[in-house]
């Protein structure tokens, strides 16, 4: 006998939860293939996983989606809540809550309107912080020795800018290619610059005196690397003075906002870098002849005023000093005899104090000072002046020489009668007759009591 089975509900199959799961998921793997959702996101959230777990949402109603973690490096934006999007992927099951989700490979915004809100809503927020401010930015160097050059390295951009810079003024340029566009441009652009500003300053690979970053027109979604949050903070803090370049001269990114200056085109990029070397050579030619012109200018000013001046009479003044070196000189030698008489009256009054001893002295040293007032005026007037202060200061130190004050001062004393005449004998004094003994140092006077013999006062 047969064991009995649950009756069967007429032609309904029987499935298990995992078999139904599994059909649904293929039906709709294989009845919608590959997507493209547009929608807000909402209730986006990144797991410790790295997988990114989000949800799409319109008027009617809301689609979830994840974004694995090998997917997210290749993405063209990172998603945030409330950015209007275009999704593009596979509807999938997920059976252990059975629901369906959307699994995610590429977003997109949705539409230039919704690309322009996001671009201004960071504009207001960077303004707001003062990245754009007119005071941060630098000015350009006039001859920079090394240009760094940021773009792709295929195309016709760098080549424009090569050929620019060759024509102007030549000037090595260090190259950092990059990717302009699509996945993962805005990350190497960044990084590029932070790596070139961050280059040292000196050596094989030194830091660039300005930096170029650049690359060809397109449409607001090929410009949207230079309006990345991260590209326009790298340009704002970047040390080295900085070009954006981005586009046509109709295209902006917010990148210009942050840069130094700004280019319409990579070729105008290139003449903001250097100068025109011919430019400079005329400058220069031109500023030297300013120089000369007014260098000659003021010498021949110089000249003319020189030339109106009223010089003093060089002959005259010469003629007047003369005229007072003779007066002088006349005046001195009138005032010589003068001297030599003071002189002589000295001598006469010095010779009537000293003893017969010095008389002999005397008497030469007179002749010899009458021997020099004779020989005194066939000579100038200077070397007579000097011939004689030697000859008086020979004479006075003679004179001192043979002076009765140096006797008096070996302990001799010198005895003079009451006119002031030496006393040289005894006999020339009488009895009781007074006279003077002067010592070295001062008079006593005396008295003769007898014939032999006398007593001090």
């Known amino acids: 006998m047969d064991e009995a089975r649950p009756p069967q509900a007429g032609n309904i199959p029987d499935y298990t939860v995992s078999e139904l799961s599994g059909a649904v998921r293929r039906a709709l793997e294989s009845g919608f293939g590959r997507v493209r959702v547009r929608g807000e996101l909402t209730e986006v959230k990144r797991y410790p996983s790295g997988h990114i777990y989000l949800s799409l949402k319109d008027e009617g109603g809301k689609l979830s989606g994840v974004i694995w973690k090998s997917v997210v490096p290749r993405l063209a934006l990172m998603p945030e809540n409330g950015v209007e999007v275009i999704a593009t992927g596979k509807l999938t099951a997920y059976a252990d809550r059975s629901s369906y989700q959307l699994m995610i490979d590429r977003l997109d915004y949705a539409g230039v309107g919704a ?11 960077l303004t707001a912080e003062g990245l754009f401010d007119a005071a941060r930015k630098r000015s350009l160097p006039a001859l920079p020795g090394l240009i760094g050059v940021i773009t792709s390295a295929q195309g016709a951009v760098l080549h424009d800018i090569r050929t620019t810079i ?17 996945e993962g441009a805005a990350e190497k652009i960044a990084a590029a610059i932070t790596a070139m500003g961050a280059l040292p300053e000196s050596g094989a690979l030194r830091r660039p005196d300005v930096i170029i970053v650049a690359r060809g027109g397109g449409s607001l979604e090929d410009l949207m690397a230079f309006n990345d949050e991260a590209v326009v ?16 001269e109709t295209d902006t990114t917010l990148m210009d906002f942050a840069a130094d200056r700004r280019a319409p085109t990579p070729t105008a990029a290139a003449e903001l870098a250097v100068p025109v070397r011919t430019d400079l050579l005329a400058n220069l030619a031109q500023a030297g002849a300013r120089l000369e012109a007014g260098l000659r200018s003021c010498l021949d000013r110089r000249r003319l005023a020189l030339a109106r001046a009223t010089l003093p009479d060089l002959p005259l003044l010469t003629n007047l000093a003369r005229q007072r070196l003779d007066d002088r000189a006349a005046r001195l030698e009138a005032a010589l005899p003068g001297l030599t008489g003071k002189a002589r009256a000295r001598l006469q009054l010095a010779s009537a104090h000293l003893n017969g001893a010095a008389r002999p002295a005397i008497a030469r040293l007179a002749a010899a000072a009458g021997g020099i007032f004779a020989r005194l005026s066939p000579t100038p007037l200077a070397a007579r002046l000097r011939h004689a202060r030697t000859q008086l200061a020979a004479a006075s130190a003679l004179l001192d020489a043979v ?36 010592f070295a140092d001062g008079v006593v006077a005396a008295r003769r009591e007898a014939e032999d013999q006398g007593r001090l006062l």
């Open 403 to 438: 002076s009765y004050e140096r006797v008096l001062d070996r302990g001799y004393a010198l005895a003079t009668n009451a006119s002031g005449q030496p006393i040289t004998r005894a006999r020339d004094l009488a009895p009781g007759q007074g006279f003077s003994l002067r």
């Open 233 to 248: 903070r790298a340009a704002a803090a970047c040390p080295v003075p900085l070009i954006s370049a981005v586009g046509h």
């Open 115 to 125: 690309l322009l809100a996001r671009i201004e809503a960071l504009r207001l927020k």
């Open 166 to 182: 060759a024509r102007r003024f030549p000037r090595p340029i260090l190259l950092w290619p990059v990717p302009v566009q699509g």
